[in-house]
């Protein structure tokens, strides 16, 4: 792979992660776009966690961006460890005051996703319950309401999500043990 430049602009953000065709690889695992992320995103997602790049939750497009850095990135540079997960709360903050402020009802539908995703990533019930009207706001999507309801499942079955149980050094229980069983409940992660 040739040698990418760092990012560390909002615009700039959102360029690499709407850029078209990239829709397959926002969900998979797939170890080349981790690395195009590794090369080009790790520094600025190194500012937002380290709240650098605070200001840009003054528009909607600089809020997302953010929400980006601190949610979708660190699944992509630190898939299965616990730094995937480190950054997930100020991601919902973000968001949070995003959708407060309305800043979420001047984004299309597909920026929308990501602003909600840390919602469907929360393990707290209310915030998983957010998820659902946030999405169900989004309008007849069956693919999106699919996950969010997948992803409710399963904190109102364990309170958690047991994919992460290793990572976060939690023991597993024989019923989420079960559940594991299939690879499909893991997200990528």
Do not use: C
């Amino acid at each position: 792979m040739t040698s990418l430049a760092s990012i560390t602009d909002a615009q700039g953000i959102l360029d690499f992660w709407f850029r078209e065709g990239r829709q397959e690889q926002w969900f998979s695992s797939d170890s080349g776009f981790d690395e195009e992320i590794r090369l080009q995103l790790s520094e600025a997602h190194s500012l937002a966690a380290a709240q650098r790049l605070d200001s840009w939750v003054e528009t909607p497009h600089g809020s997302l961006a953010l929400v980006l850095l601190l949610d979708q990135v660190p699944r992509n540079l630190f898939r299965r460890t616990a730094r995937a997960f480190a950054s997930d709360a100020q991601a919902r903050r973000v968001s949070a005051a995003a959708i407060e402020r309305g800043q979420d009802r001047t984004l299309m539908i597909p920026e929308r996703v990501f602003l909600y995703l840390p919602f469907e990533h929360s393990e707290r019930l209310e915030d998983q319950e957010r998820s659902l009207a946030l999405f169900a706001s989004l309008g007849d999507s069956e693919e999106l309401m699919l996950y969010a309801k997948k992803h409710h499942e399963i904190i109102a079955r364990f309170g958690r999500f047991p994919h992460r149980n290793e990572v976060l050094g939690r023991e597993t229980t024989p019923e989420e043990e079960e559940f594991l069983r299939d690879p499909s409940v893991r997200f990528g992660q």
